[in-house]
C-alpha cells in the first residue's frame, strides 16, 4: 500500500487501509486487464462517494480498480475489496471557510505538494488511467505521467453551460443585501475567477505545462475525458466536446444498519428527511426542527455528528448517519444544503427537495432543480423558521413538485453511469 508522506497532522496515521494482495496485474494473460486509479479529493464526503461508486461498479473481470484518498470518511465504506491507498487533502474545514470567504480553496504549496504525492503513487502503481474527483493537482500530475486523466465533475461547472451564476453566502451579502451584491457579484465575478485560478497558473507553468486561462469553470473540468455526474438536460449546456461526457447521477448512500427508531416512524402523516451534509450549515438544524415540529408531519434528521440538539418531541427522530437513500425513499420531502448527492438521492426517490444552499456549487445545483420544477431554494444566509414552513407546505400540498419530482426519478433510473464509464474507457484503451 502507498502512503504519501506527512502534511496535515488532522490525518489520521493508523487508519487501518486494507491492501488486498492478490490484486496484481496479471501479466501472463494475452490481454491484461486496464489498472485504474481512482484518487478522490476528501474536503467533502461527495468526492469520496461519487468515485467510489464508480469504482465498485468497474472492479471485476474487465478492470483491477485502485483507490487513493485521506482517510476521514473511509469507515463509511467498510467493504472495500480493492487496493486502498492513503494520500493528503486539506481538512474539510479549511475548504469550508475558504468557501465561507469567497477565497482560492488552494495555495500553490499545497498543489505542489499533491502532484508530488500523485507522481510517487504513478510511480509506485503504473496505472493505465486516473479518474479524479476535485483533486485538481491532477491536471498537471497525470500529464507529467502521460496517463489518460478522466475528471468527475457537474455539469454548471462546465465551460459550455448556459446559465447565471447566483451570488452566493459571501461576506458582502451581509454588508450590501442580496440585491446589490448580486449586481456587484455579477461585476465581478470574472476577476474573481481568474483570481482563484493564480495557484493552478503557476502551478502548470512552474511544470512546463500550458495555461488553462483564467476561467475557472476550465481549472474545475479540465481533463483529457470530462465525466459530468448529471441528468443529460440537468443544464443548459451549448454543443459538447466529444471528450465531454453526461455519465448521470452517481446515488449513493452508506452501507449500514436502521436506527433503533426506524421501524417507530408514523405511518399516519408525511415524513421529512432533513440531511445538511458535510459542508451544509449544521447550525441551521435546531431552527429547522423548531420550524417544523408544530407541523403534522414527522421528522428523520441526520446530523453527521456536526451537532448536539435535543428535540422535544417523539415524532422528531436523529442519527449522526442514516441510509439515505433507505431514508428519502420513506420521506414526503426532503431538506439538504443542495448539494448534488442528496438532491439526486431524493430525485431518484420521486421525493421534491427543499435546499438551503450556502456555496456556489449548492446554489448552481439548486438553480438546476427549481428550473426543473421539482423544489424550492431558501438561502440559508436568509432562512428563518416562517419561512422554512411556508415552503415546506407548498412542497407538502403542491402535486406539481411531486409530478415533477417523479419525471425526474425516472430519468434517473434509465441512466447507467457504471456502463457507460465502461465504454467510455474501452474507446480511451
Given at each position: 500500500m502507498y502512503s504519501s508522506p506527512p502534511f496535515h497532522p488532522e490525518l489520521a496515521p493508523n487508519m487501518n487501509f486494507r491492501f488486498n494482495e492478490t490484486h496484481h496485474r496479471n501479466t501472463g494473460s494475452a490481454m491484461p486487464r486496464k489498472r485504474i486509479l481512482f484518487i478522490a479529493e476528501a474536503v467533502t464526503l461527495a468526492h469520496v462517494a461519487r468515485p467510489m461508486v464508480l469504482a465498485r461498479g468497474l472492479h471485476g473481470a474487465d478492470y483491477e480498480v485502485e483507490f487513493a484518498c485521506a482517510p476521514r470518511f473511509m469507515e463509511?465504506?467498510?467493504?472495500?475489496?480493492?487496493?486502498?491507498?492513503?494520500?493528503?487533502?486539506?481538512?474539510?474545514?479549511?475548504?469550508?471557510?475558504?468557501?465561507?470567504?469567497?477565497?482560492p480553496l488552494y495555495d500553490l504549496e499545497t498543489l505542489e505538494h499533491y502532484v508530488n504525492t500523485e507522481l510517487a503513487l504513478f510511480a509506485d502503481r503504473k496505472p493505465d488511467m486516473v479518474i479524479g474527483d476535485f483533486r485538481l493537482s491532477l491536471a498537471v500530475s497525470a500529464a507529467r505521467s502521460s496517463i489518460p486523466y478522466l475528471n468527475i465533475t457537474n455539469a454548471y461547472w462546465s465551460p459550455h453551460a448556459e446559465l447565471k451564476f447566483p451570488v452566493p453566502e459571501l461576506p458582502l451579502v451581509k454588508v450590501l443585501g442580496v440585491g446589490l451584491a448580486q449586481r456587484v457579484f455579477d461585476l465581478a465575478r470574472p476577476a474573481a475567477f481568474a483570481y482563484h485560478c493564480l495557484p493552478m497558473h503557476r502551478l502548470r507553468r512552474r511544470h512546463g505545462l500550458p495555461s488553462l486561462g483564467f476561467d475557472l469553470r476550465?481549472?474545475?473540468?479540465?481533463?483529457?475525458?470530462?465525466?459530468?455526474?448529471?441528468?443529460?438536460?440537468?443544464?443548459?449546456?451549448?454543443?459538447?466536446?466529444?471528450?465531454?461526457?453526461?455519465?448521470?447521477?452517481?446515488?449513493?448512500?452508506?452501507?449500514?444498519?436502521?436506527?433503533?427508531?426506524?421501524?417507530?416512524?408514523?405511518?399516519?402523516?408525511?415524513?421529512?428527511?432533513?440531511?445538511?451534509?458535510?459542508?451544509?450549515?449544521?447550525?441551521?438544524?435546531?431552527?429547522?426542527?423548531?420550524?417544523?415540529?408544530?407541523?403534522?408531519?414527522?421528522?428523520?434528521?441526520?446530523?453527521?455528528?456536526?451537532?448536539?440538539?435535543?428535540?422535544?418531541?417523539?415524532?422528531?427522530?436523529?442519527?449522526?448517519?442514516?441510509?439515505?437513500?433507505?431514508?428519502?425513499?420513506?420521506?414526503?420531502?426532503?431538506?439538504?444544503?443542495?448539494?448534488?448527492?442528496?438532491?439526486?438521492?431524493?430525485?431518484?426517490?420521486?421525493?421534491?427537495?427543499?435546499?438551503?444552499?450556502?456555496?456556489?456549487?449548492?446554489?448552481l445545483n439548486m438553480q438546476a432543480v427549481v428550473r426543473h420544477g421539482a423544489g424550492l431554494c431558501l438561502r440559508a444566509d436568509r432562512a428563518n423558521g416562517p419561512a422554512v414552513k411556508q415552503a415546506v407546505t407548498r412542497l407538502l400540498e403542491e402535486p406539481d413538485f411531486h409530478r415533477h419530482a417523479r419525471i425526474l426519478g425516472k430519468d434517473i433510473s434509465t441512466l447507467d453511469p457504471v456502463t457507460r464509464l465502461s465504454r467510455i474507457l474501452s474507446e480511451i484503451a
Open positions: 463509511l465504506f467498510p467493504e472495500v475489496d480493492f487496493p486502498l491507498h492513503v494520500i493528503d487533502s486539506i481538512p474539510g474545514e479549511r475548504f469550508i471557510q475558504a468557501l465561507a470567504k469567497g477565497a476550465r481549472v474545475y473540468t479540465h481533463a483529457d475525458h470530462v465525466l459530468y455526474a448529471d441528468l443529460p438536460d440537468w443544464v443548459p449546456m451549448g454543443e459538447l466536446p466529444s471528450n465531454h461526457h453526461l455519465l448521470g447521477p452517481l446515488c449513493w448512500s452508506p452501507s449500514m444498519p436502521s436506527p433503533p427508531w426506524w421501524d417507530d416512524m408514523p405511518g399516519d402523516r408525511p415524513l421529512i428527511y432533513i440531511t445538511l451534509g458535510s459542508s451544509g450549515r449544521a447550525d441551521l438544524l435546531p431552527m429547522l426542527v423548531e420550524a417544523l415540529e408544530p407541523l403534522p408531519v414527522g421528522i428523520m434528521a441526520a446530523t453527521a455528528g456536526r451537532v448536539d440538539i435535543a428535540p422535544q418531541d417523539k415524532r422528531v427522530h436523529l442519527a449522526d448517519y442514516l441510509p439515505g437513500e433507505d431514508a428519502a425513499a420513506r420521506a414526503r420531502l426532503v431538506i439538504c444544503n443542495g448539494g448534488s448527492p442528496t438532491v439526486y438521492q431524493a430525485l431518484a426517490a420521486g421525493v421534491p427537495v427543499l435546499g438551503l444552499p450556502t456555496n456556489l456549487d449548492q446554489y
